[in-house]
């Protein structure tokens, strides 16, 4: 799929990277203004105006995430995510041939505002230790941003849904603590370190560790335990 949700930017000149917008708010900024409350034979009314392509899939995943915000919503059904659109479940099944692809999804957007970021802030900062700092910072931003994207990175949202979709959200953290390497070994380098490789393959284990561990706790607080809490000295203590 196509990822038609706007990409954040990191600001330049910032100590940290800015915080990626939420997701609803980016499914909001790229939907053009239109009647998109039904699916159904209603919408053969002239008074409606359909969906333009694309504009659907874009509110099924906006309300999806939406609603994986939501206390209780670690499996959600079809038929609540279509009564939530007010549509049929048929409806929803004209966008996306499973709720597994609606999912999917949302982990694409996962993927691209992540990475794009990740590249934003490697390409900025020489430093590898600045940069493993900031790529951790950022990924808990994000979830602190996207609280129902947290469900779906930590797996909460995924139990009940197909295997591969673990497996994908499992790769995205592997593809992250492989980029922590990268940049912890340039930083071991850079030191003098005898065992730059072992250095950097301890460290971005123990912050990728950590990375998870605060999404989890996030998540499974009802979202009341901030993933960026005291992060700074977090940060500081291990880099």
Do not use: C, W
């Not at 790229?30 to 009647?35: C, E, F, L, N, T």
């Not at 600045?130 to 951790?136: D, I, N, Y």
């Not at 797996?155 to 992250?176: I, S, Y």
Request: proline share 5%; aromatic share 4%.
């Amino acid at each position: 799929m196509s990822d038609p949700l706007s990409e954040p930017a990191v600001e330049a000149g910032t100590e940290t990277p800015a915080a990626p917008p939420s997701a609803s708010a980016a499914v909001v900024a790229a939907v053009v203004a239109a009647d998109v409350t039904t699916d159904v034979a209603a919408d053969a009314s002239p008074a409606r105006k359909r969906p333009k392509p694309g504009e659907r899939r874009i509110q099924i995943l906006q309300t999806l995430a939406g609603m994986l915000e939501q206390p209780g919503a670690e499996r959600i059904t079809t038929a609540a995510l279509a009564a939530k659109l007010a549509v049929s479940e048929a409806a929803l099944y004209r966008h996306f041939a499973s709720k597994a692809q609606m999912f999917e999804g949302l982990i694409e957007f996962i993927e691209s505002s992540v990475f794009t970021l990740v590249n934003q802030i490697t390409e900025r900062e020489a430093d590898g230790g600045t940069q493993a700092r900031k790529v951790v910072a950022m990924l808990l931003q994000f979830g602190e941003k996207n609280p129902g994207m947290t469900r779906v990175m930590v797996g909460d949202a995924l139990v009940f849904e197909h295997e591969r979709l673990t497996t994908r959200m499992n790769q995205f953290f592997d593809r992250v603590e492989s980029q922590l390497r990268q940049s912890l070994r340039a930083a071991a380098d850079a030191a003098g370190s005898a065992t730059p490789t072992v250095d950097a393959n301890a460290l971005a284990s123990a912050l990728t560790s950590l990375t998870v561990g605060r999404l989890q706790r996030y998540a499974r607080s009802g979202f009341r335990r901030l993933p960026t809490e005291h992060l700074d000295l977090a940060l500081a203590r291990l880099t």
